[in-house]
């Protein structure tokens, strides 16, 4: 039966048996483990927003000829690129965090037209193949995790010169009914919370690299796989039992290390095998989507605006005109984030395959903006939370009959407020600036969908330099017979 | 007979008999004047990109049920609100200067809506002669200057409270067939190249500010205005006969304050008369497509980074790192301000009146990523031209055959490249940054549509911050039970 | 016996019998404690320094007539002044975190100059009796912590108008032999490891807040005393057993809140007993000491940079272009916060009672911008550092047989560095950007010694609008004549 | 007789015979041209004050035995050096615009210690011959232009590999009683102003330049000598005959291409011939003191800051919190600049010479922040301007009759406030930010001592890295053992 509710969700993650390792034991059960339990709360909520707002977080899919959930969906016209940004604020207003299925969404719209153009040039059945596997993840509703990012190695080579040839995923055995692949994928968003992977190469190959251009689909409950779990800093607190000091309780992001063991996939989930040609075109078009899809990070934005102006207001603060300034310094950066983001959507265009792509430009621009402007958004959030933000004593102390009391006391700001409510403010920003979810909110703003320098380097591709020196030169009045060629 | 080419709207504007003050002197014809000259091309510019790209440049009016020049369109679909903006980054990329015309177009599909409005709240009769003065417009193919600003005296006082009464457009006497008003509206962009006047409020008014209430058209000669030139910086460069020196002598930017000495307009121009109530929201929805139209000033943008990437080939360091870095630098935040203002665009809503008008918000932070970035840029092309941008000898110089000679010995760089080259693209950007056009990419990039502080205003109005505090308390565990209310 | 060493001053600290409660537990001892033991290495470094480089971190005093350690040396030329800066640098490198002794010195140096201006304007003994402390101190060679903050309550009310009138500390008892003063002071850095604190009022005082302007010496052992510790970011990681997750594992900062429950101070430790007046030329005299010790922070600067540019060598990355212009950006903005800070003390000018005192503009200049430019060094190694910093497992994960050999496979990059070198940089970086020292490299830079706005108050007192004005004014040739009074 | 008076110098520069060509004409005598006359006024400025402050701008010479003017003095003092950055914020303030004598001061400072070094070297007689050479201008208080920028070429050739040999000065001849040299410099400072001409090579050169390592001293008037004036912006107006519209009448700076026509050159005032290797040096320590020579520009933001916050009085806008923040903003990155460049003179240190050497790392940060914080402090006070600052009429407007009155009638803000003050105070604000002295506080401050990226590679090389990476290491627990070399 599908998935429909946020409890079938995580009713359907349990007893899967993933080889999962976290403080270096093997968890029994993610679903109750308690760092990794936020995780799944957040790819919950995307359920459950689906439920409460289906105009939203779901779509009519021609495929399936079903309505099938927002995530799940290819793409059919320009307004359901910018309805992904849409939904994926408003997740992000939800969590917190990241709620780990942008990757996936983004996977399949990219992977949908590659196809069709591999399928063009090669001969090959990959598209048809794709449709069928997207079509079984509508029906019955299942997280996908996309897998780009490799291992790497050495940066300074390419796949196939490195001294082990496992640092990019690659195909060690080719078999009449599929391949079998080995290697591993780093950072791996949600990847546990997920349902199936979908494997893609991770950067521009060349011809010497073909065992490394291999996108497929694989269950993420293959017994061949290994998942090891990153410690995004202050996780531990989940394992203490207190709530307040976790700022941010319920939700959280994720990130493993996948470890393929000399998996099998069978023909029917490769969908790329070999074409080492299009494996620029995907990374491309899949960064182009994903880059754009860092406006979530608005979301979080809007949460961590609203949490500044709650302890503006919890301080007694609220009235001074800086105060009021730098909230509407973040709103307008906030802003500017969400506005080249949703304009890369907008100015979306068909592709071959039938499927909309945003423009490549603003994506990159508006993921440029993520690397900057949320550090400019915590620093103020920072500014505004005051020094008890990093000097607040711990849970414990709070709920002690010797301590507790004294606490309650020295700590009472505006006289209205309760010194616990002001302290869940002020964890909620310490969690999202130097906590568990400022991994989201920071650092995978830089890094995540591509560092900065990647960005730069597309901007500086896509600039048309030639054509804006034209116009300078005409304006100028440059009379180019004058200068030798 | 309609305007059809360039050349018709440079013969319409001719022996008018405005009374236009420069210098000093009354100017016998404005299309003569060497200063004036380039403000009247940048208009002109966009007669001749709606021959050469109909497309971009006009559209099918529903109105008059003839294709009209966009400018004079009122908008009947989000795409006519994004296409203004492709349209204006166009005509800046082929002016490199302010061509005044985006003032009238936001005017008209403000005052399209408002009078609606009015007309709904107070039974008056606005919006049917508005459409026929719309009507008229587009049959001529004039250019509609929008007159908004006014002089404002203390800005501490109210219109009504002022000490001269006259510091705001105002009505000094009614008659039965029309109103006649007297004040002036100051930095009246391109009022002297256009051909009706659309006379606006300025500010949110008080009933006791009634007089002050008034919106009509008049047409540019009428006998009862004088028209005061502004000196725009380095404009006498325009006087001297020579060229390079300009750096861009054929586009130029224009303001004036225009004096209304009892002038008497009858009631079929007149669009508001007394209804106080309506000022703001006509103010509001002006600034809001306004503060979008500044999306022009990307092509401005388009036009000083091709001519920094120009100069540092020219100057032989173009394959510089950081040469390269700060070329898509300026590509980024050129892009991130059209983001926002194309979004702002795309995201527009239909009025009641049928119109379609943008987004606020993101019209408010395209706007005011405007009052910083253009001046990032300038920096950066100073930074790529060098210093010879400033210590340039005269064209003079250049003609001379004692300098000339030295000049064009010693200031070669590129050896390929000409010294002529060399400094047209360098003045060019001294134009730009320090010239005569830097005025309209910087300092009206700074304070038109509004300066900074009015678009923070709007800002904070439009963010949302409860919905924002709501967010955070939520995922906080905020309990509001315990504070007191 | 005084201290001379490390292991003297760790010795000093134990059977103290303080009451510090931390995670809700009395600490028995703290200096056994795994998490409050990095604080009290990070002092011990000053004791160290001061035995290696006694030039650097000792002095001549002309008080004691002997060699003092810095720390509690009173300033007697301009040298002594900048010789600070050049040790807290000194001690940033080494610990990379806060080694808390600066606001010790800064106190004995503000109060040295205040209690001198008392006694001239009020015939009081404080001077002397200052003298007298200070000499004890640096006989025995003490540490000495400096308590400002207090808890603050309403931030509407002045003290003596909080509904709870403990919210500041003050005197509830005075007696001919001494004083007894109850309250608490929050954020204190460095308490526990110090041996006596000097009181100080936190605010401009009004006559009625007489009870308020109290400035005494306590002893830390003191048994009227209460130490409630605060739980920085990731401090748990200490409690685990592992050493490279830690990222610093050897040094860290400390705050506790000093809950002052009735404890008597004898006369000869009482500084300030009523002068209200007074309060606020000691917060600015102090501030202005304190807002250029700072530049500390440019020592934790150079580490961050000195790791940004291993772990760009350890990826492999560090000549690219980029690379090396980020920290070239890093150097610069840290040297620019170290040049405003040693200005500061280079333009030191005597106080009337002969020690030396900073320049208050440049001291605010050069705090305001470590409330800017650390943040933004943090986000640039980020950047350098890559997504690694934020996914890598556990150290238990690396320690375990089944999952430690598949990390040390997959997370090589550069073939020649050990996959525990490349974590261990990247764990440094994480906890000073994300972990335990980023509470003092990032938020204490924000609101130690006074927020942002408190820096800009001071800033707009100091900068001589009117001499400004009145340079413009010539400049431009304003007739004063012309404008009406 | 020596100079004594602003009086004197002014009759010193009369009748010199010079050969000054500005827009395309000889000009007959510069003190008496319009457009020259602001910067002679600014030159006489460094008199004036010598008048008036002696303290200031004048020292104590050991080597002439006499006082004298401090741009004339070899510093014997760490203080000398530190007085230099307190004379020039204090002309900077009196100006408003460049005084033109640092080049001078500086490069008899770095000359002075590198003659001494090549003496050293080579055994020659510079040093003595230098002495000999600085007490002559000592006692006649001369005004020195020092004169370093090539013309340069095609900048990816060295100096003998320049297709024209002429691109760099150089020698020609050899003579046994000197020197004959020819070659250009551009973009010379005040050489027009000066008395004397210290010709210094421009950059690092190798063997096979040993022509161009060649550094004389040259009378102004020398009849060899050719000067080519730049066309700063919008100095025309100073031919209108106007005030106002100048914004700033009296004072201005002065840029011009000397070319050197075969001038010889005696021994006696030859002070380098040949030793290539020491260019670099003497490159260094110019840069160096002239990098942090560039605190000037403080004294020319404090003007900008006064201008800004007397027309916001003016505007009747002062009291507004987003106005008195934009100032203190202002104040803080004028500081920020005088910070790091008075730091720079504090921790200079003797040379083998015996004179004083400002620190190369602080000079080049003091530097790098004045390529950045000038343009955003004119950007600021655009913003504090308002538009009237760019659509002012011209003076002749003002002096109408006609228009006249129109103008004083409605643009009339502050009711206290004359018209003419208002443009006045508006003209200045334009004079710096977009007009003539826009030369020099904006692009001047971009490319004057080297333009960005020059300072980026100086802090490149003086940053330490390696010691930084040992820090980062030392904390973080790197085993470099466990690396392979």
Chains 1, 2, 3, 4 share one sequence.
Request: overall charge neutral; some cysteine.
């Amino acid at each position: 039966m599908p998935i429909r509710t946020a409890d079938d969700y995580l009713a359907s993650l349990r007893n899967r048996k993933l080889k999962v390792y976290l403080f270096g034991e093997l968890v029994t059960e993610p679903v109750d483990h308690p760092v990794i339990r936020p995780s799944i709360n957040a790819v919950a909520e995307t359920y459950r927003l689906a439920e409460e707002d289906p105009q939203l977080a779901g779509a009519q899919s021609s495929l399936s000829g079903e309505r099938v959930n927002r995530f799940l969906h290819v793409t059919e016209s320009v307004n359901d690129v910018v309805m992904q940004n849409r939904m994926q604020r408003r997740l992000g207003q939800r969590t917190g965090t990241c709620f780990q299925r942008c990757v996936g969404m983004d996977a399949i719209n990219s992977l949908y037209s590659v196809t069709f153009d591999i399928d063009q040039a090669h001969g090959t059945a990959y598209h048809g193949r794709f449709k069928e596997f997207v079509k079984h993840m509508q029906r019955e509703n299942f997280v996908i995790g996309g897998a780009m990012t490799d291992a790497k190695g050495d940066r300074s080579k390419a796949p196939h010169e490195q001294v082990d040839p496992d640092m990019f995923v690659r195909v060690v055995e080719r078999r009449d009914d599929g391949v079998v692949i080995r290697g591993a994928k780093a950072h791996q968003t949600g990847c546990i919370n997920s349902h199936w992977l979908l494997v893609m190469p991770t950067m521009r190959l060349v011809a010497e690299d073909k065992d490394y251009a291999i996108s497929v689909a694989v269950p993420v409950d293959h017994p061949g796989i290994t998942y090891i779990y990153g410690r995004a800093n202050s996780v531990s607190r989940a394992l203490e039992g207190g709530v307040i000091d976790q700022g941010n309780a319920q939700f959280g992001g994720q990130e493993a290390l996948i470890v393929f063991d000399d998996v099998f996939v069978p023909r029917s989930h490769i969908f790329m095998n070999g074409e080492t040609e299009f494996a620029a075109p995907l990374v491309e078009r899949f960064t182009a989507y994903h880059r754009r899809s860092y406006v979530c990070k608005t979301g979080l934005g809007d949460v961590i605006i609203g949490a500044a102006a709650t302890i503006a207001d919890y301080n007694g603060a609220s009235k001074a005109s800086h105060v009021r300034d730098k909230l509407v310094e973040m709103a307008h950066l906030n802003e500017t984030i969400y506005g080249a983001g949703i304009a890369a959507s907008h100015e979306s265009q068909p592709t071959s395959a039938g499927n909309y792509q945003c423009d490549d430009m603003l994506a990159n621009v508006c993921k440029h903006n993520v690397t900057r402007f949320p550090y400019e958004l915590a620093r103020l959030a920072q500014d505004l939370a005051g020094g008890l933000m990093v000097t607040l004593p711990s849970d414990k102390e709070f709920d002690s009959p010797v301590t507790g009391p004294i606490l309650r006391k020295y700590l009472k700001g505006n006289p209205k407020v309760s010194v616990d409510n002001r302290r869940r403010v002020l964890r909620l920003i310490e969690n999202m600036t130097l906590g568990r979810n400022a991994v989201g909110y920071l650092t995978e703003s830089m890094h995540g969908a591509g560092s900065p320098q990647a960005q730069r380097i597309q901007i500086q591709r896509l600039m048309k330099l030639d054509e804006k020196k034209a116009l300078a030169k005409k304006l100028a009045g440059v009379d180019e017979s004058e200068n030798e060629p």
